[in-house]
């Protein structure tokens, strides 16, 4: 099921491109605001929603888990690397979900890292260990999401922040309704469901939330080995 | 069509058709290990098109074992039919098949086919031997690092293997794609403009290896827009211009057809005149006209047999000839003979 040539050649590829790394530092910046929070003397209760919320989960993770997302499969479609890949006899779950391993692994770890330790800061483990399940239940959804993106549009990144930017960041909070269709909905709920001390709140149930991120993973999923099934090379014909 | 169609179900003389396999049954071999072979690929009907764009017109084509140019200009539509023949495009109307099974949707037919594709890009953070060995083990070869050893020194590039493909020449990068494409040892290996950026050592040892696969029975189709490189290494050509199929068959014959085509000639001489009055008693002459500003132009019927007869002509008139220009010479007017023909 998983491909492990495949997982080695997707991890140097992503760690051989600039636009991944730079990001890397990203997640350094929850836990910047929550020791500069800390220190001015805010409460978890006060700064929690805020920076783990409104930057943890509603920037670091979606920016990180769109980047990795798309780039693990896309780029190589991209650059035209990816034929080495696809002209094997491989059947074609078998790349789709060794490149989503790689894309969750390295987002989880990228972006939780930053979340456990901000929500250790304050005080409290359990939060940490909550932000961190929930970093990875979203980086889980978001990774399908923006990989079955980069298979079905030319301009992944483009159509993943309108996603992130209009429809969680904009619409869930007007309507919402909507906020049962939002990845970052989910990835707060799981949080809220372990750390049970109201630091962070979600409107969406955890049992909604898993089902929903299961959902979301599995659709995505079985939605790009279908389109990577079909998979076309194009461009200039002579 | 002036070729004889039946050359395209015919396999190259002294080579074998036979023992068809299915893709995707057996553990491949090393590359050179033994031979090989006796896949064949049927394109029946083929059409693909882009919107109101027509890239290919029903061709219908049988690869069979050996060599096999794909010729035509740029923008013929090679390229579209190669990725159709390799599973990467589906045809809008038509099948592919390869020993009967459909290529596209079908990721099994890679066991038996290998691709060196015109776009595709190799990894430039990898070596040569990191990048062949990675298709090794993506083939799921029982032994690949011999695998990959095999295939590097079939290209000639055991020396460079180590360094990064990103410090390659493009000759070099063609070579290890080519070396990636047959560590499995296909049966069929499909080529687009496999030349490209080589120089000519490296060319000539790629025409050998190519030659030597088709030798041991593999089925290879390279394409290119040059006569010269279909000349050199293949017997069986398939002309396509304009996306159809415009000749199919024996490079000789298709070769003898292009000779024996109405040329025009630009000729400046010693005397025009003298030499437009004899060359007019000539059979392959047409039609001569006197350019006001000298020279003259001759249009003749038959290529070949003028080119032979001009020379005898002005030695026996005494007209000194100074120039001979073919004012149609490019590949493209010999593709268009071919498919008005």
């Given at each position: 099921m998983i491909n492990l040539t495949i997982v080695r050649l997707t991890l140097r590829g992503l760690f051989g491109r600039r636009r991944f790394l730079l990001l890397l530092p990203l997640p350094a910046l929850v836990v910047g605001m929550a020791l500069l929070a800390d220190l001015l003397g805010a409460t978890p209760d006060e700064w929690g929603q805020p920076v783990?919320?409104?930057?943890?989960?509603?920037?670091v993770l979606p920016v990180l888990a769109l980047i990795v997302g798309a780039s693990v499969l896309g780029s190589e479609i991209d650059d035209g690397t990816a034929v080495h890949i696809l002209a094997k006899p491989l059947p074609r779950r078998e790349i789709v979900l060794s490149k989503l391993l790689v894309a969750v692994v390295v987002t989880t770890l990228a972006a939780g890292t930053g979340m456990l330790l901000a929500g250790l800061v304050s005080g409290s483990g359990r939060l940490g260990i909550a932000v961190l399940a929930g970093t990875a239940v979203g980086a889980l959804a978001y990774c399908a999401l923006f990989l079955a993106l980069s298979l079905l549009t030319r301009r992944p990144v483009l159509v993943g922040l309108v996603y992130v930017l209009?429809?969680?960041?904009?619409l869930t909070n007007l309507v919402s309704g909507t906020r049962v269709l939002s990845i970052q909905h989910y990835a707060v709920s799981v949080a809220e469901r372990i750390d049970g001390s109201g630091v962070v709140t979600s409107t969406v149930s955890a049992p909604v939330a898993l089902a929903m991120a299961v959902a979301v993973t599995v659709g995505a999923t079985l939605l790009a080995v279908d389109r990577l099934r079909s998979f076309s090379l194009t461009g200039d014909t002579s | 069509m002036s070729v004889s169609e039946a050359n395209e179900r015919r396999p190259p003389a002294g080579r074998s058709a036979g023992g068809a396999e299915q893709p995707g049954r057996q553990p491949a071999p090393a590359p050179g290990s033994d031979r090989r072979g006796g896949s064949s690929v049927e394109l029946t009907g083929v059409s693909r098109w882009y919107g109101n764009v027509v890239a290919v017109n029903d061709v219908t084509m049988a690869l069979r074992p050996g060599v096999t140019g794909l010729l035509g200009p740029n923008g013929a539509g090679k390229t579209t039919l190669l990725h159709m023949m390799s599973g990467f495009l589906a045809p809008s109307r038509g099948t592919v098949t390869l020993d009967g099974t459909p290529?596209?949707?079908?990721?099994?037919v890679y066991r038996t086919l290998g691709l060196v594709s015109e776009r595709e890009a190799v990894p430039?953070?990898?070596t040569g031997h990191e990048f062949v060995l990675s298709g090794a083990r993506l083939h799921k070869l029982p032994a690949p690092r011999a695998a990959a050893r095999r295939a590097v020194e079939m290209v000639d590039l055991v020396e460079a293997q180590?360094?990064?493909?990103?410090?390659?020449?493009k000759g070099m990068r063609q070579r290890i794609r080519v070396a990636a494409a047959l560590v499995h040892d296909p049966a069929v290996l499909l080529l687009d403009e496999?030349?490209?950026?080589?120089d000519p050592r490296q060319r000539l040892h790629m025409m050998e290896v190519l030659h030597q696969l088709g030798e041991d029975g593999r089925t290879v189709l390279f394409s290119s827009h040059i006569l010269e490189e279909v000349a050199q290494l293949s017997g069986i050509v398939q002309v396509i211009v304009a996306g159809r199929l415009a000749a199919s068959g024996d490079y000789r014959t298709i070769r003898r057809l292009m000779t024996h085509r109405p040329h025009v000639f630009t000729i400046h001489s010693s005397d025009d005149r003298r030499l437009a009055v004899a060359l007019l008693a000539k059979e392959p002459v047409v039609g001569v006209e006197l350019d006001p500003a000298g020279g003259l132009t001759v249009r003749t019927s038959d290529y070949g047999t003028f080119t032979r007869a001009l020379p005898a002509v002005a030695v026996s008139e005494g007209v000194r000839v100074t120039r001979v220009l073919p004012t149609d010479e490019s590949l493209e007017s010999v593709f268009s003979y071919l498919v008005a023909s």
């Open positions: 783990l919320v409104g930057l943890g989960f509603a920037a209009v429809w969680e960041g904009l | 290529v596209w949707r079908h990721p099994p430039g953070f990898l180590h360094r990064r493909v990103g410090t390659y020449s496999p030349f490209n950026g080589m």
